[in-house]
Structure formats: structure tokens, C-alpha cells
């Protein structure tokens, strides 16, 4: 009998940095022939969530949907945050036994459960029921990964996060800085903290860990964990990355296209801090300061709410007129929705100043472009470091957490420059597109890996 593809059901959790894998990899799944079942959680939170599940459904009409209801707390009733997608996390744990029915019945039987790491606890049992082996899918840094899954650990010791240490120490990887720990973690109560510790218990159940991050990115992160060094009772970490892109063309504002057609090579600073970063209005003047000092030509895509649904403020209201009469030939301002991975394809830009979403770094390493990193919150600092440290990008520490303090104009314009003038990174960036390219391409280490746990689960 000759074996048939697999059926996997892909299961996200909540915001666009989750979402976004989880449609790149159906995506690819589908092209290779596996059947797909989506499963995902209703409402969702943000706008751009639900219009990027429709289009990909509509796109991959043989991609099968499973849509299950989630009841998030009322954002008064948990004292430690009241941030809506990390409510959404947890309401998702709360829901997903709920598909074990529709899972089961599913024809052909499915042979794998693909989920995030934010779900990693409730959806371990489902699995098992089902008899079938569980992957997470995670959606960060493998560094900061490894700080998530040693969490437990961490937390157990009341001094680990203590203000007197410098470093936080992890087996088998380098220290990271204290200032680059997420605020949260220091809380054990609190609901971010308190989900990934629940979760990174249950990573001893997965099957895999498959990673959007490739070998020659994160070399000696990847070879610590995977000889167990961090943790002895870790499943192996499947790097795939980067993954291939999937973005809807719909819908989109495109207004600055004309523009950016008409710019030369690599001259173009593209500004985004990811969809769920809102910066005080104080730090957006200065960015847009830093942008018109640096001289450099800009694209920036500019987000004041956390939520899309919430982002009512139009662009007269957060910049003077006079900034877009100063630099009506030098840059564009958008808000809103764009393809970003188009932007970045674009051969007009030549610098991306980022929050470090890991989505965002994967995209700029398949394209080689030169960051400047900016973390604001989550993983980003860790990413940052690691962004920097692959030849990727230059990060300036100082800057701080996003809401931390108000950094100025003139050392934004600084940056830019050094940005956009540093010759060797330019090529240190452009040798992680090549690695990246090649490891992708057919025979590439992130395609072997892929296609070595597909046929490990052909039926
Ligand atoms: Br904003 C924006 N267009 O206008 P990250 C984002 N994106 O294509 P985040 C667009 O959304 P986390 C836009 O290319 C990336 O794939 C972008 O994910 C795309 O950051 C994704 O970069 C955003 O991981 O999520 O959204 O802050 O919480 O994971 O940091």
C-alpha cells in the first residue's frame, strides 16, 4: 500500500504574530499535498485576524474550517492584565476540549495536531485521546523560547529575577540580560506568566517542536537545546524557517506604491513596530523627528492602539501638518494594513526599523535587510539580541521598553543613519537572505526537517 499524506489539523492562538505562522504553514502543507483542517477561535480579537482567516480560506478552498466559540473574562475580572489577547489565551485553554468531537470524527482520520505554545496544556490531553502525536508550533526566538520552556524553573526560585542579579541564567545558552526579561515574569500571578508556565509544563508531551527559525540563525541555541542541555525532558526543536509567505492581497492600502516605485535602490527606511504596539503620541513626534533628521526617505506604518478595532485617530490628528509639508518628497505615512512582506521585498528599501516581532525578523532575513531593532514589549529584547547577534541588525539597548521612557528625535535620526550607512552590515545582512534562501530551498536543513516529520506522519 502506498502511504497518503497527512491530515493535520493547524490550531493558532490569538493576535496577527500568532496567526500569521499558522496561515504560512497551511499554506505550505496544502502546496505539499496533506489535507488541512483550521481551527480557530470565534470571535477573534483583532479586525485583521478574522479578514486574514477569510481570505486564506477563500484562497485554499480545499483547506477545511472548524470554527470553535471562546468566552474571554471581562478584562475587570483578572487583576494582572487586562491586555484583550492575553485574555483570549486563556479563554482559548478554556475552549479547545470543546473540539474533540468534531476532531474525532474527522475523515480522512487526522494523523497530527499542529497548535501553538499558548495552548500547548489543553490541547495535550485532546491528542492523546485521539491517539495522535501533538507539535507545537512556536511562534518566537528559540531563545526565548528556551527562556519559556526553563520558566517553571525560574519561578520556582524566588530570587531569579531579583533586581541584584545582573543575568538570568539558563543551562547551555548565554545569560540574558535582566533588562531583557518581559516585566510580567517577574509576577508569577500574573496571567501572561502564570499561561506560559502552565504551558511550558506541558512541552514534554508534544512530539516536536517546530520552530520558524533556521540552523545558521540561531546555531548555538538550537544545538544547546537540542542536546538537552537547557532541559532534559524537551521533545527535539524542529527549526522550518523561515517560513514561506502567504499574504492576502485584498483590502489593502497601497496608496504608497507610486511612491516607493520611484525611489532608488535601498534608499527607503520602512518604519513598522508590528499590530499590536501603540506608542504615546509624545515618542510618535519624536519618531517622526528622528525620521526627517536622518535625511534618509521613510515608509512608516503607524499604529496608536493596541487593537485595530480601537485605532479611530487619523494622521492630522498625530502629526502636525507641517511635518507632512516638510517631507511630502521624502516619505510616506500610512495606517492601516499593508503587505508588509511585499514592503520588504521592495527593491527600494534599505533599512527596517522594527519592534523585533519574530515575524517581522524572519521576514527581514529571508530578504536580507538591514534592522534596527526597537523592542517594546514580550520576547523583543530577547529577539533583538538575537537579531544582532546573527549579523542581522543593530539594537541600542538603551532605548529601553517601549513605554519606558521617551526617546528623542535626535538620537532616532542618529540610528537611521547608522542604520542606512553601515556598509558591513549591509553585507552581514545580506549573507542571512542567502542562509535563509538556501535554508528553504530543495535540500535546504529547514526543508529536510519539514519533510521529515511529513512522512513520519503519511498514513
Ligand atoms: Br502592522 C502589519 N502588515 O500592516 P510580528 C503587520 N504585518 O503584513 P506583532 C503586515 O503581521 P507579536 C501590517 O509582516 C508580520 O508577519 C507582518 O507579526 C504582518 O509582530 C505580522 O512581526 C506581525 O511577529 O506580533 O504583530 O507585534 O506579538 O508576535 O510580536
Known sequence: ITASPPH??????????????????????????????????????????????????????????????????????NPTTDDPFFLQ?????????????????????LSAIFSDFAVASSIAPVAADLGIPNYIISTTSCKFFCLMAYLPVLL????????????????????????????????????????????????SKAKGIL???????????LAAINSGRVLDTLPPILPIGPLETFEPKNELDQSYLPWLDSQSAESVVYVSFGSRTAMSSAQIRELSKGLERSGYRFLWVLKTSKVDKDDKEELKDLLESSFFDRTKNKGRVVKGWVSQQDILEHPAIGGFLNHCGWNS?????????????WPQHGDQRVNAEVVEKAGLGIWERK?????????????????????????????????????????????????????????????
Request: glycine share 6%; hydrophobic share 40%.
Open 156 to 203: 520556582s526560585d524566588p530570587l531569579s529575577f531579583s533586581s541584584s542579579l545582573s543575568e538570568v541564567n539558563i543551562p547551555g545558552i548565554t545569560p540574558l540580560p535582566l533588562p531583557s526579561i518581559p516585566p510580567p515574569f517577574k509576577n508569577p500571578s500574573h496571567l501572561f506568566t502564570s499561561l506560559i508556565a502552565t504551558n511550558a509544563q506541558a512541552l
Open 89 to 109: 489565551f486563556e479563554a482559548t485553554n478554556r475552549s479547545v476540549h470543546h473540539l474533540y468531537p468534531s476532531l474525532a470524527s474527522a475523515s480522512p482520520p
Open 8 to 77: 493535520i489539523a493547524l490550531l493558532p492562538s490569538a493576535g496577527m504574530g500568532h496567526l500569521t505562522p499558522f496561515l504560512r504553514l497551511a499554506s505550505m502543507l496544502s502546496s505539499r499535498s496533506c489535507t488541512v483542517t483550521f481551527l480557530t477561535a470565534s470571535p477573534s480579537v483583532s479586525a485583521a485576524e478574522s479578514s486574514h482567516i477569510s481570505f486564506f480560506l477563500s484562497q485554499h478552498p480545499q483547506v477545511k474550517h472548524i470554527e470553535f466559540q471562546v468566552l474571554p473574562c471581562k478584562p475587570s475580572s
Open 211 to 221: 520552530m520558524n527559525t533556521f540552523d545558521d540563525f540561531e546555531p548555538e541555541t
Open 399 to 459: 532605548w529601553g521598553w517601549g513605554l519606558e521612557g521617551l526617546v528623542s528625535g535626535e538620537e532616532i535620526g542618529k540610528k537611521i543613519v547608522e542604520l542606512m550607512e553601515d556598509e558591513k552590515l549591509r553585507g552581514l545582512a545580506r549573507k542571512v537572505g542567502e542562509n535563509a534562501g538556501k535554508a528553504t530551498g530543495i535540500g535546504g536543513k529547514s526543508e529536510k526537517v519539514l519533510t521529515e516529520v511529513l512522512e513520519y506522519l503519511e498514513q
Open 361 to 373: 525578523v524572519m521576514e527581514a532575513a529571508r530578504k536580507g535587510i538591514p534592522m534596527l531593532a
